[in-house]
Nanobody, 125 residues
C-alpha cells in the first residue's frame, strides 16, 4: 500500500521559514517524480513545485520561485520543501504527490498517481 506522509506543519510569521517533508512508502521511490501542491478552502488545488526522479529537473510556480526549494533523498524515500520568505498568501494545506514516469514532469494535479493527506501551513502577517 502506497503511503505519502507529510510532516512539518506550522504557524510562522511573514518572512519566516518552514521545511516540509514527505516520506514515501510502498513504492519504488526512484521511479516517481514528486510534486508539491497547495490548496485553500474554496479554491482549486494549486501547483507549487515538482522534481524529477533523479532530482536534476525541477519546476517552480512563479509565485514561489526564488523562495521555495524542493529536494529529494532517494535513499531515504523522502522529498522536502524548504519555504523561505513566507507570505500570508502562502497559507494553505500543502500536499505532496507522486507521479510514476520515466522523465516527464507535469504541473497538473491529475497527472499524479498518489497523494499525501496534507499538512497545514499558516503564515501570519
Amino acid at each position: 500500500q502506497v503511503q505519502l506522509v507529510e510532516s512539518g506543519r506550522g504557524l510562522v510569521q511573514a518572512g519566516g521559514s518552514l521545511r516540509l517533508s514527505c516520506a514515501a512508502s510502498g513504492l519504488t521511490f526512484g521511479n516517481y517524480a514528486m510534486g508539491w501542491f497547495r490548496q485553500v478552502p474554496g479554491k482549486e488545488r494549486e501547483f507549487v513545485t515538482c522534481i524529477s526522479r533523479s532530482g536534476t529537473n525541477i519546476i517552480y510556480a512563479d509565485s514561489v520561485k526564488g523562495r521555495f526549494t524542493i529536494s529529494r533523498d532517494n535513499a531515504e524515500n523522502t522529498v522536502y520543501l524548504q519555504m523561505n520568505s513566507l507570505k500570508p498568501e502562502d497559507t494553505a494545506v500543502y500536499y505532496c504527490a507522486a507521479r510514476r514516469t520515466l522523465s516527464t514532469l507535469t504541473i497538473t494535479s491529475s497527472g499524479y498517481d498518489y497523494w499525501g493527506q496534507g499538512t497545514q501551513v499558516t503564515v501570519s502577517s
